[in-house]
């Protein structure tokens, strides 16, 4: 819509309905903002003007449809089911988190070296990241990669003698070990 369009569509409007509006019938005054509501954003949308409702008709509520029927409704309860993705609960296997088999602390004149093992009954061991925790920390403090055979070694730290380092791991499946301790 242009500017002059809604120009002459505010024109048309009475100039003295304002001055009127506390004397006006209700539903008169409602017409008339939804009229200048409508001429607003048709000349911010630039939409076509829609004439407002008769005066006289009643407003009843809005009749709701109700919704198309879903083609692809699931079957009835005791109908199978014959979607190729769906897997009966009997058949899944659930995944089981890595095991340590072995976690010690190599000290020598103060460095300490993290040795251990780690077996994952369903699934490679190979590239699984192991991590550390010294004492009391909530974050791992080091990491270790675990090689094809299980077995992982850390580098060498600088660890306080009689420190707790706690370890664990996860698996490609997302689960977590147990977390595992050892004292230097």
Known sequence: MSLLRFLRVIESIDPTAARRTATMPRSRRLM??????????????????ADPPPE?????????????????????????????????????????PPVFTSLAAHN??????????VSDADGPVEGLTVYFIVGDGTTA????????????????????????????????????SEIVETVV
Do not use: M
């Open 32 to 49: 008339l903002e939804v009229l200048e509501g409508r001429a607003v954003l048709a000349a911010l949308d630039e939409a076509p003007l």
């Open 56 to 96: 006289d008709s009643p407003t009843s509520p809005p009749v709701l449809e109700s919704p198309p029927s879903d083609p692809v409704a699931p079957p009835d309860e005791g109908a199978p089911i014959d979607d190729p993705l769906f897997e009966d609960p009997i058949d899944v296997i659930i995944s089981q």
């Open 108 to 117: 020598q004149d103060g460095w300490v070296r993290l040795t251990g093992s």
């Open 141 to 176: 403090a080091f990491t270790a990669t675990v090689l094809a055979d299980g077995t992982f070694a850390s580098a060498d730290y600088l660890i306080p003698p009689g420190a707790s380092v706690y370890a664990y791991t996860i698996d490609i499946d997302g689960n977590q």
